[in-house]
């Protein structure tokens, strides 16, 4: 048996996953406040049941800094048969329908924005893009994102994830000085293929987030997203700090905590291969010395 259980840390809420990402979220739930006091499971708040054979019942995580009470999850019925398929059709119909204090983010609703990045069944995904399992005998539970500081409800805090991210300065950057600068950077066909599996990141942290080595480094290790873009600048031919990008990286934490796990890859939304792209910038690491 693996261990599947949670932990809430208040104060925006540190959510934390113990064991397989992939794991069916806790059936036991601990919370841990800043005071001395623990409480050992959370309470269910049961919003009355709806008739009908195609009733399905979500499990949701709750916590509002304002009211000072704990974190808890609140279970919400809805009738699959008056829903859209996605688990963002049916959050969309609890806050219009039953609960407007639900929170949560969305956008483009495409799988393109990010924005809905949250833990459906103990694994990271979009929201938008995650089928509602028909199976109405069991529950679906609804987290924010693993080991991240919760705003509120489903909203996680992601300053430190895009802090990290402009430490890499993702923009392009060259040496020479170019007679006219509004020409463009040309770059060859077999070149700008050498971008393909990185530039569609859409930054949603889904993989970050289910990386072991980020829940416990989230300070020092910048974690899979940022590290694949990352190498995203450090294999365009047009930039030209290539040295000085892979050097700025060279120590115990910020690439090297990086331990093939392989949880990014499999979680990632858009099918893309962050541990691939780490895997290579630890190869090319000698360049930044030669």
């Not at 028909?134 to 679906?140: D, E, F, M, W």
């Not at 990185?198 to 072991?212: D, F, G, K, N």
Request: proline share 7%.
């Amino acid at each position: 048996h693996e261990p599947d259980c949670v932990w809430v840390k208040s104060r925006c809420a540190l959510v934390i996953m113990i064991g397989r990402v992939a794991a069916p979220v806790a059936r036991g739930v601990a919370a841990v406040a800043r005071t001395p006091s623990a409480v050992r499971s959370f309470s269910s708040l049961k919003v009355e049941a709806k008739s009908g054979s195609n009733v399905k019942q979500f499990k949701i995580y709750r916590w509002n800094p304002e009211d000072g009470k704990k974190p808890t999850t609140q279970t919400y019925a809805v009738d699959l048969d008056d829903c859209g398929p996605m688990v963002l059709d049916a959050l969309i119909k609890i806050k219009n329908e039953q609960d407007p204090s639900l929170t949560f983010r969305r956008s483009c609703r495409e799988g393109i924005c990010g924005s809905c990045a949250m833990n459906i069944d103990g694994e990271n995904g979009l929201a938008c893009l995650e089928f509602i399992d028909k199976n109405t005998a069991s529950s679906t539970a609804i987290y924010p994102l693993p080991h991240m500081y919760v705003l509120k409800d489903l909203v996680p805090d992601l300053n430190n994830f895009y802090t990290q991210y402009a430490s890499i300065e993702p923009w392009l950057q060259t040496k020479t000085e170019k007679a006219d600068p509004m020409t463009e950077h040309p770059q060859t066909i077999e070149d700008r293929k050498l971008l393909d599996g990185m530039y569609e990141c859409i930054l949603c942290a889904c993989c970050s987030t289910s990386c072991p080595s980020y829940w416990w480094n989230p300070d020092k290790y910048l974690g899979p997203a940022v590290l694949m873009q990352a190498f995203r600048w450090i294999s365009d031919s047009r930039d030209e700090f290539t040295k000085e990008r892979l050097q700025r990286l060279d120590n115990d934490f910020t690439l090297y905590r990086c331990h093939q796990i392989m949880n990014c890859t499999r979680v990632c939304p858009k099918g893309l291969n962050p541990a691939k792209a780490i895997a290579k910038m630890m190869k090319q690491m000698p360049e930044a010395y030669a």
